[in-house]
């Protein structure tokens, strides 16, 4: 019989036993009748033919043990019934029961959750055909930003003609904005959030989009029909789910446009490409249109079959440099092209993996320490049960079959833990599924699967063996005399045993300060970023998407009527009560950005050393209303209009960069080939990373330049819910066609600038002080177990003039002597799990002193704590009670 059908038959006698028991009987009186049947044909009377074919056959029992070991069933069969008697003993034992099914439950739910969020990120393919032909072609990172690692269209379109290792080649433009649309036509306009992509974009991804059809050529050349693609969120959220949309016309911006299909619910382009961001809808990039515009696109390709990510790396590296920029502008190509392709998987998570496992690692740790409180608890509670494994193993049970029976039911509690930690995780993948404003990817697809419930199975055995081995292995190792020796009155628990349970100790709190000084130095670690001058104030300022018409015959009746507009809404603006400063710009710091080429006039620049600088186009009053401090010279005014002199204020960086040693107010710049007098120099602004130091930045006045959107930014104490409606109003009275945006708070974007670094320490110092409390318990269960089994022995003492005070001192030095033995060993293996997490630490030294000293004395203090309670109690033990307990 094959292993297969063996189990197959176990199984079928489990679930059909009474059944199967059935057929045996009937198989066996089958039997006899048929022999009884042959005596009486031989001329046996019916009751004598039965008797004797009822003495030929034998008893029933043993050939139902016989058939029970041909099917395989006996051993599943015993296991079964040691799985009864444990829960008996369980049921009978309900205060151990719960702790130890709620400890199980928060170790082995915490596991699972952190399980979910590493094969969400790191494990899982990614949601598109053929994931692993996926690669990501940008520039490599440097000083201008985004800028700096896109291309232009005329490279889009060479790079597709040239190529010879891809398939196909797509893009995105990746300077969208929230709400850089807005839904018109069907009553208030709503903000809209869009994107940019090209023709090909789906098709090479491999989505289908779920009504409709893709963008055709038509659409995605110039002077085009207009088109779009609808998320499928946005569909159902903004068209009720209309399953006839797809041909139909929408207004976007008050321009008819059709909507081409809406794309499955398994597509979010956020969380895979921007995550923490919404994306709604998806528009053709016009290439026709936007290859003037400069370098704006990412590049995406799908390998041909047996191509690899170096093959298409080497590819790149001799086809880039010889990329156009602008073959119109040839003098305009500073530097060439330089491509880094890496697979599209590795861009999405790479940038974790370390952070993921350093999760995975700590609640590694916390099953270990649950286990090891565990294998605590279990010893006690095998050591009540010592009387019952004498009697046993004296009523002829070996000590398989008692390691067997200790085992099951560990595991019954292992599964019992388990359930209780799946209800935990299902929990925490949920709500962490649904906080969108964590900027991590994929995040929203994360969710239990079937791979989660075979990890949670695996841990759940792993678990109940770690736990269930040591305390069953002691325990059967007991000889009869020796159990009824140390089971007797007058005699304290053997000497043996102690060690084992202190050694248990002492690695639940090696393991534990392991986790804490892990999780000390992430925590200091994020108090650096927290810590650090973003150059503006984020607290008490917020900004809303506005909307207005700026159209004209040329870019100097634009600029004036732009001028015009934002300076009668900021005046408006700033009537309100409560608002202490207003001001508007395109792009705010640690959102999108973009770069320019900045110089100092009469420098000659190599190619190679052109400095590029993030640019915010912005009116008079953003830098108060943003915080931003002014070093010196003046703000913008509204007299600096198109017609007059070019006028630019720089950062500190940009300004030392220019001319280094020397002031640069009154110098004159070179932005886009224009000559711009220098009028202030402001504090350095985090642009793109909290982390990230600052690099140039200047600030151009929004009657000089075409901004990419407008962002207004108001400074009050009161909170950003409290004048929407008055800031709403006044929008609305200048331009009805204002859509329903909302105020985002500036903190609110610096939070989500860093929620992965929050996310990880929040976890990871969660389930540090997960490891504290169980060091804590374990400690308190070891010493107050010591105690009540030396009741006796302390009582003597006493009796002999032992002082009260000896005997909480002496059991207070016990208590820090295992303590200091873990933290020994905790501090030393720290040491080497410290420089594994070295990389993503930010200004903290992975052997930083302060926060090891910390950790150590935080969990002396715990073990003291823990520690102190039984010793209270054993200090005040009556001699005589102890003695008449005798």
Excluded at 852 to 867: E, P, Q
């Amino acid at each position: 019989m094959s292993l297969l059908s063996s189990v197959r038959t176990a199984l079928d006698f489990l679930f059909r036993r009474p059944q199967v028991e059935r057929e045996m009987e009937e198989e066996f009186r089958l039997h006899l009748r048929c022999r009884a049947n042959d005596l009486e044909r031989r001329g046996v009377s019916r009751v004598e033919a039965e008797r004797q074919a009822r003495m030929e056959f034998g008893g029933y029992q043993r050939y139902k043990e016989e058939c029970r070991e041909a099917l395989g069933t006996r051993l599943l069969g015993g296991l079964v019934a040691d799985a009864r008697y444990g829960l008996r003993q369980l049921r009978r034992d309900r205060g151990f029961t719960v702790i130890a099914v709620l400890i199980l439950g928060l170790g082995i739910g915490a596991n699972v959750a952190v399980f979910s969020v590493v094969d969400t990120i790191l494990l899982r393919p990614l949601p598109f055909r053929e994931p692993a032909r996926l690669v990501w072609i940008e520039g490599p990172p440097a000083e201008g930003g985004l800028s700096s690692m896109t291309y232009s269209g005329y490279a889009f379109k060479e790079y597709q003609e040239r190529n010879r290792s891809l398939e196909s080649v797509t893009a995105y433009m990746p300077f969208y904005g929230p709400s850089d649309y807005k839904l018109t036509g069907r009553g208030e306009p709503q903000p809209v959030s869009g994107v940019r992509v090209a023709c090909n974009f789906f098709e090479t991804l491999g989505v289908r989009p779920m009504l409709g059809r893709l963008f055709t050529p038509e659409e995605c050349q110039k002077n085009g029909r207009p088109a779009v693609l609808l998320s499928y969120f946005f569909w159902k959220r903004q068209l009720s789910g209309d399953p006839a949309i797809a041909g139909q016309a929408i207004e976007l911006n008050n321009n008819p446009v059709t909507v081409a299909g809406v794309l499955p619910p398994t597509f979010d382009f956020g969380s895979v490409f921007a995550p923490g961001t919404r994306m709604d809808i998806f528009v053709p990039a016009i290439m026709g249109e936007i290859a003037d515009w400069g370098n704006t696109l990412l590049f995406i390709g799908r390998m041909k079959p047996g191509t690899t990510v170096a093959g298409t790396q080497a590819e790149a590296n001799l086809l880039f440099p010889h990329l156009d920029f602008n073959p119109k502008h040839r003098e305009w190509d500073f530097d060439r092209y330089r491509a880094r392709a890496q697979s599209l998987k590795d861009h999405v998570s790479g940038k974790l993996r370390r952070s993921l496992i350093v999760l995975w690692s700590a609640v590694g740790l916390i099953l270990l320490i649950v286990c090891v409180n565990l294998s605590n608890l279990e010893l006690a509670r095998a050591a009540a049960r010592s009387k019952e494994f004498a009697m046993r193993t004296a009523l002829g049970a070996g000590r398989r079959r008692l390691v067997r029976q200790l085992l099951t039911e560990s595991l019954v509690l292992s599964i019992a833990g388990a359930l209780l930690g799946l209800g935990f995780a299902f929990a925490i993948t949920d709500y962490l599924a649904h906080q969108g404003s964590i900027a991590l990817p994929l995040l929203s697809s994360l969710r239990v699967d079937g791979q989660a419930l075979a990890w949670t199975l695996m841990i759940a055995v792993v678990s109940a063996v770690i736990f269930g081995l040591a305390p069953a292995l002691k325990m059967s190792d007991k000889n009869i005399q020796a159990t009824l020796k140390e089971s007797g009155h007058g005699t304290s628990e053997g000497r043996k045993h102690e060690r084992v349970r202190a050694t248990l100790v002492v690695s639940e709190v090696a393991l534990a300060c392991v986790l804490l000084i892990g999780a000390g130095l992430l925590l200091r670690s994020f108090l650096r970023v927290l810590d650090v001058d973003l150059g503006f104030e984020p607290d008490h300022a917020a900004a809303i998407k506005v909307d207005y018409d700026d159209s004209g015959a040329n870019d100097t009746q634009r600029a004036d009527r732009r001028g015009a507009i934002c300076e009668e809404m900021l005046r408006h603006i700033k009537s309100i009560p409560g608002i202490e400063a207003a001001g508007i710009s395109d792009m705010l710091p640690l959102d999108r950005n973009r770069s320019w080429g900045l110089g100092a006039k009469g420098v000659e620049y190599n190619r190679k050393e052109f400095p590029e600088a993030f640019v915010y186009v912005v009116t008079p009053g953003y830098l108060p209303a943003m915080g931003i401090e002014l070093r010196e010279g003046r703000d913008f005014k509204w007299s600096d209009t198109a017609t007059s002199g070019r006028v630019v204020i720089l950062n500190e960086a940009a300004a030392k960069r220019l001319w280094p040693g020397q002031d640069a107010l009154g110098r004159i710049a070179e932005i886009q080939m224009r000559d711009t007098r220098v009028i202030g120099v402001v504090s350095d602004v985090r642009e793109t990373a909290v982390e990230e130091s600052s690099g140039p930045e200047i600030y151009v006045p929004i009657t000089q330049a075409g901004p990419v959107g407008a962002e207004l930014v108001v400074r009050t104490a009161l909170p950003p819910n409290a004048l929407a409606t008055s800031v709403m109003r006044v929008l609305r009275s200048l331009n009805p066609g204002q859509p329903a945006a909302e105020f985002r708070p500036i903190r609110q974007i610096v939070d989500h600038a860093i929620s992965p670094r929050r996310f990880f320490v929040l976890l990871v110092s969660t389930f540090a002080a997960l490891g504290l409390i169980l060091a804590l318990l374990g400690i308190y269960g070891v010493i107050s177990y010591s105690v009540a089994r030396r009741t006796q022995e302390i009582g003597i003492r006493m009796a002999l003039g032992a002082t009260q005070r000896h005997v909480l001192l002496g059991v207070l030095a016990r208590t820090l002597r295992l303590a200091l033995v873990g933290i020994a060993v905790g501090l030393t293996a720290s040491f080497a799990a410290a420089q594994l997490i070295a990389s993503i630490l930010f200004e903290t030294q992975p052997t930083d002193p302060a926060t090891f000293a910390a950790m150590a004395v935080l969990l002396l203090a715990v073990a003291f704590a823990a520690g102190y309670i039984p010793a209270r109690r054993a200090s005040r033990i009556d001699p005589m009670i102890a003695l008449r307990a005798e």
